[in-house]
Each structure stands twice: as structure tokens, then as C-alpha cells.
């Protein structure tokens, strides 16, 4: 009697699936659907290859298995978190049937910057756009969704700034990240990825090999201060292999894990300000919302419907946190490195050595990103004034 494969969950999508050969079939959410989706599947063998094909979740899948070889590691994880996210928003939606109204829905329900609004409306056209081109989808709705511009990155911490940050993290090994970006100015992706082996302490800095840096050209050095340092040894004594900075638990930090945190922390700034402005969701504002929210959720890979209370709750939630990331600045690890060159500059460091620094291959990137050092009035004037001596 021939066996068949069981049909298993997961978690990161909230969906059933299971497994014929070499590809994977989409049950949908609900266990008892899912089962009777795959008692029909072996009923009827010859109908296999047809269950997942229309599927958005399986279109992504297919896209990001193409996507996968063609990219490199840290593009290939860019594409796969944000879809990853469509996949779970709709997951039993036939791709062709996916709306500009549907992924505009699905963006809004993140508390986004005008460039990662982009970045999300970016990835959804592109698989579709793909999917299309390959025959996988009759019709693209999605094509002409409108993708917004991008926002400038020059977000600068001020010194008090820089200490509201400080005294709003109440993880200690968050800090010690922080701190030592602050520093040092390295990438984010260094100082999630430094190990032991990289660690120079007699010349006070970590040494990435070429085949680890990200232009794969030259040897990545970031130099430490003796704040850095310091943070440096004590991280080798927790963790004398692998990755030097962790979670509390234990786990390596992961830009989800950084961002994560981030966001909680703008989250708990904003709410501190809405507080002091006496500013409220309003009641019209959550009912007006609520008929938008899912009516359903997942309970151990069961699909039950929503209570009106907590839809409700839902809805102030999402509202709360709007309000809160409106009055609070996104700051992120990427803007501690910009301050740091940016303060370099301004502070008289010459450009070629903050370029060198700061591990770009090409010096002229520096005059590209930070133009805006020239619109500081004072420290322009500073300059002139040293050219006249």
C-alpha cells in the first residue's frame, strides 16, 4: 500500500501544507479544511500539481526558490521577510485575484516609514510581475500599483537625542549594540555578524576578511574606541565563539530582533508624549477601522472568529501605536552610522579618511550621502573661514 506524506504546519504563515515529491501544497489555515483537502488530494493524484498553482502563497514560494540563487544572501532575506508577511496576510487568496486596494490594506496595518511603505509595495509587484511573466498567473491586478518615492536617509542624532535613546533601552544587550554603532560607525550588518575570531584587541579592532565584506574586495576594518573596547572584551568573556552580541536569550542579534526593538522604543516614546499632549485614539476613529481587520485568527492551526471585544482591542492597539510612531523619530541602527560620519565631517576629519573609516570602496559615496553637512550654516562658515587663514 503506498505511503503519503502528512500533512504539517507552519508556523511562520499560519497555514497547513504538505509535501508530494518536491513540492509543497498549500491546505489553508484551517486544520479540519486542510485534512479534507488532502484526503481529497490522495483520492484524486492526478489533480496534485493543480491544488497550489493559483495560490498566493505558492506563487511567493516559487518566486523566492527562482529568487534565491540569483541573489545574494542579505536580498534574498530582504525579498522573503516582506513576502513572507503577504503570504500570512492572505493565505488562501488566488494570486490573480490580489488588488492594489488588497496590498495597500496589508501595508497599512505596519507602522511604516514613507521608504518602507515602498520597499513592501516593491516586493508584492515584483513577484507578481514575475509570476506573470512565467505563466503562473493569468492576470496581474497589481501592475499598475503606484510605488511611492523614497525618503531621504539622512536622519542625524543629536548628542540629547543620542541620550533619550539611551534612557529609553532598558536591555542591557540591546545597549551594548547601540553603543558600540555609536562608536565606531560600522554597518549594522557588522556589528550583528562580528564573531570572536574577528576581533583584534591589540590593535583595538575587528578584522572582516574580503570574503565577508560587503563590497568582496578588500578586507572590512573597524576600528574601536575604548568604549567600544571595552564592550568588546566583555562581550568575548560572555561569548568567547561565534557571534559576540546576543539576546538575552542567548540567540545571536537579527535585524528583525534590531528593528524590533527599535520600533518598541519609539512605541514607548510616543506613548510617553501622547500623555503629556493629553491626545487619545477616538472612539469613531476605531469603529470606522474595525470592519477592516481580519475577522478571524489562528489558535493552534485552527481558523475561530473574532469576538467584537477583540476586534475592538485590536483596533485601538493598531491606532495607539499610529499615533505613537507619528509623534516619536525612527531611529534606527543605520542612523547611528550616519551620525557618526556625519559628526566626523564636521569635526574635521578629512573625507578620504572617514571613507576609509567608515569601509566605503568608493570615496565619492561620502559626497553623495552626506550633502547635507554643506546646509549646516555653521559649520560651512567655520569652513570658509579656515580657507581665508
Request: hydrophobic share 40%.
Amino acid at each position: 500500500m503506498p505511503k503519503f506524506a502528512k500533512p504539517w504546519f507552519r508556523p511562520a504563515r499560519g497555514v497547513w501544507y504538505v509535501t508530494f515529491g518536491t513540492r509543497q501544497i498549500n491546505l489553508g489555515p484551517d486544520r479540519t479544511a486542510a485534512f479534507e483537502e488532502y484526503a481529497r488530494l490522495i483520492a484524486e493524484p492526478k489533480q496534485r500539481p493543480l491544488a497550489p498553482a493559483h495560490s498566493l502563497p505558492a506563487v511567493i514560494d516559487a518566486f523566492l526558490e527562482w529568487l534565491q540563487p540569483r541573489r545574494a544572501p542579505d536580498t534574498f532575506e530582504w525579498y522573503r521577510y516582506r513576502l513572507e508577511r503577504l503570504a500570512r496576510r492572505y493565505p488562501t487568496l488566488r494570486a490573480s485575484l490580489l488588488t492594489v486596494a488588497m496590498v495597500e490594506d496589508w501595508v497599512d496595518e505596519y507602522p511604516l516609514s514613507v521608504t518602507s511603505r515602498r520597499n513592501y509595495f516593491r516586493c508584492a509587484k515584483k513577484c507578481l510581475k514575475w509570476a506573470r511573466s512565467r505563466g503562473l498567473v493569468r492576470r496581474n491586478r497589481i501592475r499598475d500599483l503606484e510605488i511611492p518615492a523614497a525618503e531621504s536617509r539622512e536622519v542625524v542624532l543629536t548628542a540629547d537625542e543620542y541620550q533619550l535613546l539611551l534612557s529609553l533601552i532598558r536591555d542591557e544587550h540591546f545597549r551594548d549594540l547601540v553603543v558600540t554603532t555609536w562608536e565606531t560607525g560600522c554597518r549594522p550588518q557588522e556589528s550583528l555578524r562580528v564573531e570572536a575570531r574577528h576581533v583584534d584587541l591589540d590593535n583595538q579592532r575587528w578584522v572582516f576578511p574580503k570574503s565577508e565584506s560587503k563590497n568582496k574586495k578588500l578586507s572590512r576594518v573597524v576600528y574601536l574606541t575604548d568604549t567600544a573596547v571595552a564592550i568588546t572584551r566583555r562581550r568575548l568573556e560572555a561569548s568567547p565563539q561565534g557571534p559576540l552580541f546576543r539576546m538575552r536569550s542567548g540567540k545571536p542579534w537579527t535585524t528583525d530582533a534590531a528593528n524590533n526593538m527599535v520600533w518598541r522604543i519609539q512605541i514607548r516614546l510616543g506613548q510617553s508624549r501622547m500623555q503629556e499632549q493629553g491626545l487619545e485614539v477616538s472612539e469613531q476613529a476605531i469603529r470606522e477601522l474595525i470592519p477592516r481587520l481580519a475577522p478571524t485568527r489562528k489558535v493552534k492551526g485552527k481558523s475561530e472568529k473574532k469576538s467584537d471585544r477583540l476586534l475592538r482591542q485590536e483596533a485601538h492597539r493598531k491606532l495607539t501605536y499610529k499615533l505613537a510612531c507619528s509623534l516619536a523619530p525612527r531611529w534606527s541602527l543605520y542612523a547611528l552610522r550616519h551620525t557618526w560620519a556625519t559628526n566626523a565631517l564636521q569635526k574635521g576629519v578629512d573625507p578620504l579618511t572617514t571613507a576609509i573609516l567608515m569601509g566605503h570602496s568608493d570615496p565619492s559615496t561620502l559626497s553623495k550621502v552626506y550633502q547635507h553637512v554643506a546646509l549646516n550654516p555653521v559649520h560651512m562658515l567655520n569652513q570658509a573661514r579656515k580657507a581665508a587663514e
